[in-house]
């Protein structure tokens, strides 16, 4: 049929469908290009925006610890005790939720049987579940009273270490980066446990077989072949919680006392993350010069989530294709 | 209905893989061809060749012609969707739509394409499903998901899908790999009897069934790894089975390939 | 093996199975207790919370006015009003989120599964959506502001609080989108294709109702997700003690809102408030997720 290709023209009816392939293809392909551009876009206004309060800076924007930007003709203003509380309280979330995480992924997936399993792991997710603002008010209104005489042990006995030292708000009532911590470690609990625990259950069955055939007992087994399988997996859940809790916002504002002097690093410190700085401030978000410097914060924080969760893509990545 | 199927020098490839060279064929109408060979050897590529199936797969083009009554499915002025709507399938493992009756999975191809008379709709359910041999046996559960059939009444249920949308070729991909054998013998019955309206092609992996229900027989081997599928002989079934003409036809029919 | 054969301190006759060192076996133990006393560990706090939320809330909501009522007119020191002006609000901005984000966020992943071909493009977009899943709520609050606000020019509204919802919405809803039309098997879309359907009615009229109720639970467990959002609020919309139904103009309460301001009132009207409306937003969050626990469990994938 040489003379359908030289241009006769097809028949009516499949053009038709063409059309609504083409239509409906365009659509989907439109909807991904509004993601991509919406976002390219947002990152540049904020570059914009920032940029001019960056060059009224009158102080260091990395290593001053200053925070004035109501004179909008002398602004003032360091990213230091932002980045030292962000930091801080991260780390300490981190450091309790990570052995936690990996407990409990282990107990789900290794030593309850399925079937109890699952509604054991639906306890775990209702933690997702419960919204910052909760968290916040519990950790400031519960938790934080009832830390304070073990904040006062540790800070009492263990002072000689910086991070347990005197801080720079009063111990009493808890609004410090000590609570700020264990509650956010409790709130990246669930996405380092739901991520642990989809790698962990992949354990192939052969290597599991091979190790309890060898007379292994469980906990061997799963020191030899669970934890290697899941080892990055593990890492990179953990790199995802760390990215939650560098963000978190509003649990963090409510429960951290406003300090009247800079950090001392110390784990008793009050004071403000980049996320509650910023919270803090919105109702002043009228002048663009001082917005800016906010929004300069803002990308700072921005890129160090980015950062962190790149690192966990990365991470597990990597174990992927070691692991095929 | 029935057309005929000429396949002129026939050229596959997956990206810069050549799976099956120069394939030069010709399926009668009303007439059942069987394609035969061993695993890999591409018998099932030229099979989705016919009604561009293949073409879903990234990187599949074709050189060569297919020609449907005199017309190539290859032209460029032919949607595929067209080509696939004359020519049907049925593939190896039964596919009903899961989330349909069994009544809207025969009719499926005809809502798809806009028919909304109901009582077309039914006519057509019935007629299929008398055709694929399954009526009887579901004419009392139509409005049940199609899932709750048996392996061999849910590949019966997609032959009724297929020719429900009346094509002239049907082309069936190992219809009987997943099934039991008196499944298999009623989809074989099933066969012969469609041959009277449709033009069928069959990729089988048994010889027995290649030489109870097809009229004529393509032999497909493989050279050597790497190397692309090749036609190697195609005659009449009876032929093929008592008195091929290549030796590794012979071979490979009295079990003495490899 | 001939020195454990003449090994004198093994006994004569060998039992039927070797035992395993003490060591051993009290190592397993630690490590069973250990991993079972982690769950405990979670599972304290977990109820603790609940039982605070609860014992101090559960007042609040027992009263008629607090589902129909607004703070309209309430004092501080009043135990009067309701939280309606916020559910309204909460649900709305909720609401308008998902209908921008739903009807992006499904077609994105339909780009990506059945038309991506995990080319150029399609690498482009799922390494947006991974920036996008990984930003900070205050940071998308951010963005809007810098967006609607200071570059548009406009005011603040419960719209711009939906706008930075959109932001947070969107990758869990490509995600799990993307996840369900993975899971439909290919040879529904060939048999779609045989009998001659095209492309797009396939995925339209195949594809995703096989995936329907995988895509609803995600959408429901998104929209969750962000009813629980406090930053966004705090930086795009200003609070109100009465109902405002338009979402373009003014100030519009939502729960999160109204729990912050109503934390800066001492009285324990308001202390009774804040609890009864972090107990509300609970409710409303858990019932959000009962849904798509509900959908999921009695319409899973039948992959076979």
Redesign the interface.
Known sequence: MTDNVTGSSPPARSTGRRRGDGIFRSMTTGSSLVIVVSIGLIGLFLLIQAVPSLQANTINFFTSAEWSTGDVGNLAFGIRDLLVVTVLSSLLALAIAMPIAMGIALFLTHYLPPKIAQPFAYVIDLLAAVPSIVFGLWGAKVLGPSLEPIATFLNENLSWIPLFSDGNVSLSGGGNIFTAGIVLAIMILPIITAVSREVFRQTPAMQIEGALALGATRWEMIRTTVLPFGRSGYIAGSMLGLGRALGETVAVLIILRSASSSSTFSFFDGGYTFASKIASAAPEFSEPLSTGAYIAAGLVLFVFTFAVNALARYIAGRGKAKAS | MAKRFDIKDLNIYYGKFHAVSSVNLAVPPRNVTAFIGPSGCGKSTVLRSL?R?HE?A?GARVEGKV?LD???IY?????P??????I??V?Q?P?????MSIRDNVV??LK??GVKNKKKLDEVAERSLRGANLWNEVKDRLDRPG?GLSGGQQQRL?IA??IA?Q?DVL?MDEPCSALDPISTLAIEDLITELKKDFTIVIVTHNMQQAARVSDQTAFFNLLGVGQPGQLIEVDDTEKIFSNPSQKATEDYISGRFG | MTAVLTDPNRPAQAPAFQKISTARQIKNRLATVLTGLTFLVAVIPLVWLLYTVISNGYEALLNGDWWFKSLKGVLPEQFTGGVYHALYGSIVQALVCALIAVPIGILTAIYLVEYGNNGRFARITTFMVDILSGVPSIVAALFVFALWVTTFGLETSAFAVSLALVLLMLPVVVRSTEEMLRLVPDELREASYALGVPKWKTIVKIVLPTALSGIVTGVMLATARVMGETAPVLVLVGYSRSINFDVFDGNMASLPLLIYNELLNPEPAGQLRVWGAALTLILLIMFFNLVATVISRFSAIKTK
């Open positions: 009604n199936m879903v990234p020609l005199g017309e190539d032209a460029s002025t032919v949607d969707v067209e080509v696939r709507r004359t049907g399938m593939f493992r596919n009903p739509f899961p989330t499926a191809g798809l394409a899932g997609c899908r297929a949308v094509p082309l």
